[in-house]
């Protein structure tokens, strides 16, 4: 099931991210906003879309918000691998924008498609109540800012010039920006759309978000590159502290393990309608891309 | 009284800045984002306060709009100077970001700027009306993205590379994008927060954001570095179409006046209680910085 609901959350924003770029023309910087978007695992769709439908939700109303934090999390991927940032050539398979095109055109189409989040969570169409769409642009806006994902990533560059590894419980409030703010963002959207109690899908999303980035970090070790479409092996390399290094691979595991059975144990109160999202955790630490 | 306003408006944005990013802590990032939006002439938050004046809007709501404009205008200044763009070395008269820090923070201090804007129009102080809130936001985002402020760059590259110089209704075009939109918008937000009619505003303020680039390419020519706080003559220098250009130096500032004469009588509904806005029209084409 979960499968089938990820590959039709997959298509389903393709087809509107295709649908709100369709009058933006042929330059470019248009050109890269749709390269960079394109593809992908669709997680933070998948976790809108579902998180909607156990809300009863309209679909054609969830695709917005499945649509705008695909485009903030594209943004995000595109300015981080900038040479001045991560310098990866390589993306999902893929060069990276700034080796396809330029660096130039790679700020650009992440500013652009930045903004473009923004734009389909206040879209009318997303929700016919506005307290809604002013909600979900500011919880977007704190999970995406400064005290959220860009938060996470200034302290990973911090933990760069430092001179001492980061602790666990440091990398771990890392994390909790860098990945976590935006999958909690996504697993609560349909509650806020149906103006129903966040608690049950916030605690779900927070264990979601920490198992996934310490099952970044054991493919980061494990994995294969050719199926992970990007560079591996760059956090040991540099002797950065990540989860593996702190816990060895197996407390990793096994903590990443116990992290999914609090997520699936939060789901409690959804019954069996939440199958696909316990599918989608334990799919979360056993993937190999 | 234009005077005044200007340094009030400034004043009141410096002030809310300092409020909103209070809880962010002493990261570079965070350091960055205040050092970026510091000074600066406060145009577009001016524009905001005297819309919302000339519309009752109480000042303590306008102030959230008026500091959501200042963010992304900063955000758009730290990418723009970044050596793959514009490479800036001076902005304000004091080292860009890139140069004062290192480029990855200030992609990273951009992210977050262009975030605050949004996370600004969307907090529930700026207006008690969440629809209000909602249209802010969408706005924000049309006017600052891939059709607003990003097309304007994107156009400005694509000349770059093109064999032809631009023609007149090109660069209006890409003007438009570049600075009109977010001028636009600043201006229109009083009659948004009011719910009246934004037609005269909007008519203000495309000719007075055509004028103020007609302005600065005036001020690339006939500027003096030290009062710009920027280097001057790149343009010509590097053979790119201006106003200047194609206008001639006379033709440019006849043409200036006349918009300005333009947008002075766009504000007829409102009588002399949009001096201020008259007195900002003229100021935008005399101005030495």
Redesign the interface.
Known sequence: MFEFRLKNAADQVETHLTHV?A??GQ????DA?RYASAGGKRLRAFLVLESARLHDVPPDQAIWPATAIEAIHA?SLV?DD?P??DDDALRRGLPTVHVKW????A??A???L???G??C????DCHQ???V???L??T???A????GM??G???D??AETAGAPLTLSEITRLQAGKTGALFTWSATVGAVMARADTDPLQRYAKSLGLAFQIADDILDIEGDTQKVGKALGKDADAGKATFVSLLGLQGAKTRARALIDDACDALTPYGEHADALREAARFVISRDS
Not at 27 to 30: A, C, G, K
Not at 121 to 124: D, G, I, K, N
Not at 144 to 147: E, F, K, R, T, Y
Request: aromatic share 4%; with cysteine.
């Open positions: 770029m009058s933006m330059l470019p910087v248009v906003m943004y300015h900038l001045c940032m330029d660096e130039c055109t700020v650009l992440g500013d652009a930045h903004t473009l923004f734009e969570v206040s879209h009318p109540d506005p307290a769409r002013a909600d642009t500011l977007l806006a704190r995406a800012g400064a005290q860009v938060l990533q200034a302290l560059i911090a």
